[in-house]
């Protein structure tokens, strides 16, 4: 009987050769689809021909809804109502990615990450209009796994019914953005390449970018080293918006934080408004935000101090006068 | 049939270890305490008491130490051969040396090695780590086998692992047709609520703990168990209170005098048909491998004294070792390290003053394996020698949560929960926030307001207690930042530069963690220059 080869057999040179040169091909062979590259080495995602803009639902994207009333979640099941129902956004089979503000490791009374009711409240919202999934998620900035679980949304979320997931890297991909100052940018495609995309942002001010509404929750899926944003903040918040545009922004106004935003210090930091405020285009229902919301900014028109709603006027990404939007309020 | 049960107890212990530092993470909800082991440690809970010269406040964290005392008493040193996760870990390689035949080809090794030479040592380490603490140095953390294992696990084995489960599911879902299939997998895992794989924690000298491991199994392949016979100080000590015990094992009349025991005998405790009840680690391997059935499990004391085998070091072997302990003390009170890097020296949060806590710390590591943001990370020289392996903040790494437990949780921070020895004082919310870990200070050379004059901001946003304050100033472009500049002349701009509040900040690193400058940050946490410790309670 022909004796097995043990690990313990000497091998000669030749055989030991052959078997590093398979051995590296193999792994090199790994390098030919694509293991070990990082994404900044891949070439920038062009925007694909046909578009998948999310072209706005309802006809008119100067549009926003704004609900108050001491129940959150009837204020957010208001503002939808009001721009034509969940139907109007989601369909039956879509994949939906709902994105709310998870930053912060602060509970719920904090106001500084979107308040978990509100959260599944747009959550079984679009699954009653018959979505397949709806996935929450966000790029923290605290630890991840703490304010998922302190900010109360995880539990609110699941409950609800949503796949609640993390962040993961294989998804941000260098991704074109025809932007005055920021040209290209990792991007998560889960939330670019969804079906419906919903941005629930939750309303504070932010050192920075003055105020932190439904562009700068963008900023979310973004990947890379988000602190190189910081610098021209304000021109590169508009650029963000040339890119990527949520199907729905639901700012959650429940609090405005109008003092050490966006983190907060204390429950002092907050005054309790009451409000959801809905539209399909994120810089009008940011500046009727910055126009109508208790910021104490001190300045006659916020514009003045909220630079990166100029640019985004100027660039004519969406409507910022008050006079010019139509808007429809309901009292809960 | 006892050597089954002995390598069932020997795997359940191991498991659970390993179980133990593998679920030692946020969010750390559980009944069993992780650093459980430590507990049962009589040789670290005397170091620390003596060291310390803190018995009462002590006694209850090492309770459990108390039962070990009596399990050895009674069955001699039975947690060496079926509980330390340690020896267990040294038989598991060397089976595996064996069944690979390695042992064999390292022929550099002689295998007719004296069985009882190096015995003796371990009983001069322990004599040597005794009188270090009598003279207030705590040095027994970096030679006790329950820390070498944890630090082993919980620093080297497990974040390796970690990383290569993640690179390789990560790699694997890239992939284009088994990315289908590993996907799911890799994102189950990185998905899964309490977050026990996928930490992306690496730590500092992770290697040099490697490498340490690997000389310790490098010492397997001169003889079986050769730490456990030659150099444990807790295998020393149970050994010593071993002198007596009442569950033991003798050679009876039956013996063919065939030296076969000698020869399976794990730690060499058998000679010239004597056992010696000080070095028996009771795996009863003897007794089952006996041919003539000669070796049986006796209770009570042995018949006669010819049958004990003696090993102890001579008086004289023992007061050298008194004195050379004696001669290394004010060797640990040196202090190598550049000024500089002492001055980063940032501790947990809630950790004793520098003496308490040099003297308490187990050296483990268990509070930076628990640290959900891979904080925590061992000191070489920062500390001084005495320091070495004690934890600190490395902010640039990861920074300290506040808070980092729960909120089901009454302490908020971690780390202290983990803590066998009580290194670090368990705090409150309201207490960690008043809890000063360091202070932070600008360098005003890298801060982009000072040097671009131009607004970032980054760690105003992340400081917990808003200590980061703007003074907003005018800046004539291109020169340094002056104060009295009038702001709206043509050439001037208006910049707020940042400046640290020092009565506010809690040194927690967040600021220096999220710096968008390259390279060093241009803030960094310092240890605080009038640091005042926490009243004891």
């Known amino acids: 009987m022909p004796r097995t080869k043990l690990m313990s057999d000497r091998i000669d040179r030749r055989e030991f050769l052959r078997r590093g040169a398979v051995a590296g091909a193999m792994l090199s062979g790994l390098r030919l689809v694509g293991c070990g590259k990082k994404d900044g080495d891949a070439a920038p995602v062009e925007p694909p021909a046909v578009t998948t803009q999310p072209q706005p639902m309802t006809p008119n994207p100067n549009m926003v809804a704004v609900a108050t009333g001491a129940d959150a979640v009837l204020n957010t099941r208001k503002v939808v109502e009001l721009l034509g129902g969940m139907k109007n956004f989601v369909h039956r089979g879509d994949l939906v990615v709902v994105k709310p503000n998870i930053a912060w490791n602060r509970p719920p009374d904090r106001g500084a990450n979107t308040h978990p009711e509100v959260v599944r409240a747009v959550v079984v919202m679009c699954l009653e209009a018959g979505a397949k999934e709806v996935k929450v998620f966000d790029r923290t900035c605290d630890n991840a796994e703490m304010t998922y679980r302190t900010s109360g949304i995880r539990e609110a979320a699941k409950e609800a019914g949503a796949s609640v997931v993390y962040v993961k890297d294989r998804f941000f991909k260098e991704t074109k953005i025809p932007g005055e100052m920021l040209k290209s940018w990792p991007l998560y495609t889960e939330a670019l390449d969804a079906d419906v995309f919903i941005n629930v942002p939750v309303a504070k001010t932010h050192n920075e970018a003055v105020l932190t509404l439904a562009i700068k929750n963008l900023m979310g899926i973004m990947g890379g080293e988000r602190g190189k944003i910081h610098r021209h903040i304000h021109q590169k918040l508009a650029d963000v918006i040339t890119r990527v545009k949520p199907h729905l922004n639901i700012l959650d106004a429940t609090t405005t934080m109008f003092r050490y935003g ?3 210090l204390s429950v002092n930091d907050l005054e309790k408004t009451d409000t959801i405020i809905a539209g399909t285009n994120a810089v009008t229902v940011d500046a009727y935000a910055a126009r109508t919301l208790p910021f104490r900014l ?20 969406g409507e910022v006068e008050l006079a010019k939007m139509k808007v429809i309020k309901a009292s809960i | 049939m006892l050597r089954t049960f002995r390598r069932l107890s020997q795997g359940f212990f191991l498991l659970l270890f390993i179980y133990l530092i593998v679920t030692a993470t946020y969010p750390l909800e559980t009944l ?12 670290l809970a005397f170091v620390v008491m003596v060291s310390a010269r803190v018995f009462l406040a002590v006694l209850p964290l090492f309770a459990f130490a108390g039962i070990t005392i009596l399990l050895t008493l009674i069955t001699g040193r039975s947690f060496c051969g079926w509980v330390c996760p340690f020896g267990t870990t040294l038989d598991v390689f060397d089976f595996g040396f064996r069944i690979s035949d390695f042992r064999i080809r390292c022929s ?3 295998s007719g090695a004296p069985l009882g030479r190096f015995r003796k040592v371990k009983y001069l380490l322990l004599t040597v780590l005794v009188v270090l603490a009598l003279f207030g140095v705590q040095a027994g953390g970096w030679f006790d086998p329950l820390s070498l294992a944890t630090r082993t696990y919980g620093l080297v084995f497990f974040p390796f692992t970690d990383w290569a489960l993640k690179a390789g599911l990560g790699a694997l879902a890239r992939v284009p047709v088994l990315g289908h299939v590993f996907a799911p997998v890799h994102d189950f895992l990185h998905d899964q609520e309490i977050h026990y794989v996928f930490r992306n924690t690496v730590f500092r000298f992770s290697l040099g703990f490697l490498l340490i491991f690997g000389l310790i199994l490098a010492l397997q392949l001169y003889q079986q168990r ?10 020393a000590l149970l050994g010593l209170l071993s002198r007596w015990r009442l569950l033991g094992l003798e050679i009876t009349q039956d013996c063919t005098d065939c030296k076969l025991c000698e020869k399976v005998c794990p730690v060499g405790a058998i000679e010239d048909r004597k056992i010696s009840p000080v070095e028996c680690i009771q795996c009863y391997t003897c007794v089952e491998e006996c041919a003539a059935g000669a070796i049986k499990v006796r209770f009570g004391q042995p018949a006669s004294k010819e049958q004990v085998l003696p090993v102890l070091p001579e008086r004289r072997a023992v007061i050298k070792s008194v004195a050379l302990g004696a001669l290394l003390t004010p060797i640990f009170g040196l202090n190598l390290a550049r000024r500089e890097e002492r001055a980063r020296l940032v501790r947990p949060p809630g950790a004793r003053d520098e003496d308490g806590f040099l003297d308490r710390c187990l050296r483990c590591g268990k509070c930076m394996k628990v640290c959900p943001n891979n904080a925590l990370h061992p000191t070489l020289l920062e500390a001084g020698l005495a320091g070495l392996w004690t934890p600190r903040l490395i902010p640039r790494i990861g920074c300290c949560q506040v808070p980092c437990a729960p909120e089901s949780h009454e302490t908020t921070n971690l780390c202290a929960q983990v803590c066998p020895s009580g290194a670090i004082r368990k705090l409150t919310y309201e207490e960690r926030l008043k809890t000063r870990m360091g202070t932070a200070y600008f360098d005003k050379s890298r801060c982009i307001p000072y040097v671009e004059q131009k607004n970032c901001g980054k760690c105003e946003e992340h400081c917990p207690t808003k200590a980061i304050k703007f003074r907003r100033v005018g800046v004539e472009l291109g020169k340094p930042v002056q104060e009295g500049v009038v702001a709206g002349a043509p050439e001037v701009r208006e910049v707020d530069v940042p400046y640290v509040d020092q009565t506010l900040c809690i040194g927690c690193g967040q600021c220096e963690y999220v710096c968008p400058v390259e390279g060093e940050a241009a803030i960094r946490v310092g240890r605080t220059q009038n640091y005042v410790a926490i009243p004891a309670p």
Request: hydrophobic share 45%; with cysteine; charged share 20%.
């Open chain 1, 262 to 264: 966006p983190q907060g």
């Open chain 1, 298 to 317: 001190k300045v006659e028109d916020p514009l003045e101090m909220v630079e990166y709603l100029q640019n985004a006027s100027r660039m004519g990404l």
């Open chain 2, 32 to 43: 069993l305490p992780r650093e459980i082991f430590l507990r049962f440690n009589p040789f």
């Open chain 2, 108 to 110: 550099a090794f002689p």
């Open chain 2, 226 to 235: 050769f730490w456990c016979r030659a150099l444990c100080p807790l295998g």
